[in-house]
């Protein structure tokens, strides 16, 4: 008999059809069954000795919320027997319904980390909220921006783990190397009783970022030629795309989409897909432009467009970039496609577009001195700092940087263009809002980089103080200095903090209604409750 191994995760959702996805212990069909009598069954597909299945559920109505049962070969499965938690549902929005975007990125998935106690975890406490009251506000959808899970930072109880299947003395030590392995952070993230429950009846969106894979992925040639020369690399990243496809990337595609996926479809019609799978991650590590993570997603009259700035980097000092041209070109399609048909652009991307003054302008620097802008001596001190230091972000990649100020700027400030812009990241472990301007575009382009992080992770002192000394005018004295030794170009944009620096557990929501928009940040509590400590309008009065 089949049995549940994992989930089930609700992650597309419109007014008609949702996707839901599930591990199971052996091959069956799995089917959705919802209390209005819509539902959806999918036979399972086979990865590495792992069988799932993605159910398109259909027969939704708008404006409905029913709940939903899971059986795998007809035998119930979902809710558990002792589950505590209300039914899981699908909510189908109606026309012109407020759409409220919640988001952060790191989650760390136990409660310590290097023998520190991490305190309470922010989507811990949103379910434990939803859970206590079914019909209280709840998101609409769930921007999870990056380290889902940490390949490169496992916890004690892993590496014990590990350490049955081979010599943990060996590089990489307590890292993941293979899918086995990268399959067990997601049962211990997943598996979280609340977190299980919460991904159930939220639908989810997902992105990687470095620590997915690795600590600084991809953050340049030097730095992946170093990599690739280790006798582990290979099957750690092959394992690690292969996984993120498996668990995250195929619920972030709507059910046409899935229909068009020629991956998707070889490993499905395949008794073992392991080998269609590998494929498509070995063509992946060949070649970043044969391969597209970011995607597209419409709730109502809100545009989300996800953006891979991991995978899609290109890292030659003479032709640096954050999105290879393919990408870049994709990424203004989806932007300029239909404009009349969005009222407000998220541009979701795990790493922050506007950072601390102080610290973009050190990136922009240490880019120039990589480049070879004052010799060869200087440059492999700029790589060894980049490395040091986890200098690469947007900043790093001055042209893909000043590229998105002018897509955005140019979005933001067209003839009944949308009421706001919006760039949502994660990654830096603190939150804040910044608002960008452009001289020539006045005060009408709202453009905001808000962002969130961590989920549940630490916030080490020294980053704290780093973090708010980089905001101060003194930092920005300084990182002028720094830009003008390193040549660097005038910036296409100016940014100022309108909020935080926030520190701690935290999750941001967007409340986007007609053209008004309202930005919440709440804080996870040792309690385990969630505490407001932003609110704010977005959008004019």
Known sequence: MAELVLGPLLRYADASLATVWVETSRPCVAEVRCS????????????????????????????????????????????????????????????????????????????????????????????????????????????????????????????????????????????????????????????????????????????????DVIDDWNTSAAWLADMRATHWWQERLLSGLMTYWVYQHLGNLSPADLADDPTYAAVRATPDGTDALRSFALRADADATAVRWSYRRDFGRVRLVMVDSRAARVLGEDDRAMLDDGEAAWLRKQVQTDPDAYDHLLVGTSLPWLLPHLVHDAEAWDAALCAGEHGTRWARFGERLRRTADLEHWAAFPRSFADLADLLVETASAPQGPASVCVLSGDVHHGYVARATWPSAGQDARVLQLTCSPVHNRVPLYMRLGFRFGWSALARRMGRALARHGRCPALPVQWRKQGGPWFGNQLMTLTLCGRSARLRLEQAALDGTLHTAHDSTLTPS
């Open 36 to 211: 209005n009598g819509a539902g959806g069954a999918a036979a399972t597909f086979q990865v590495a000795g792992h069988h799932y299945a993605l159910v398109t559920v259909t027969g939704l109505e708008p404006d409905t919320a029913p709940s939903y049962e899971v059986f795998l070969d007809d035998a119930p499965v979902w809710p558990l027997a002792d589950s505590g938690f209300p039914p899981s549902v699908i909510r189908s929005p109606a026309g012109g319904d407020a759409v409220r975007v919640t988001f952060g990125s790191c989650r760390w998935a136990t409660p310590m980390a290097g023998g520190k106690a991490l305190g309470t975890d922010a989507l811990d406490s949103l379910a434990t909220r939803l859970a206590a009251d079914p019909d209280a506000e709840r998101p609409d959808v769930l921007l999870l921006l990056g380290d889902q899970v940490y390949a490169d930072e496992t916890s004690e109880e892993t590496r014990k783990w590990l350490a049955t299947r081979r010599d943990l003395a060996e590089a990489p030590g307590g890292q993941v190397v293979d899918y086995e392995e990268y399959c067990h952070l997601y049962y211990e993230s997943w598996l979280d009783p609340e977190i299980r429950w919460l991904l159930s009846t939220v639908p989810s969106c997902m992105i990687f970022d470095d620590h």
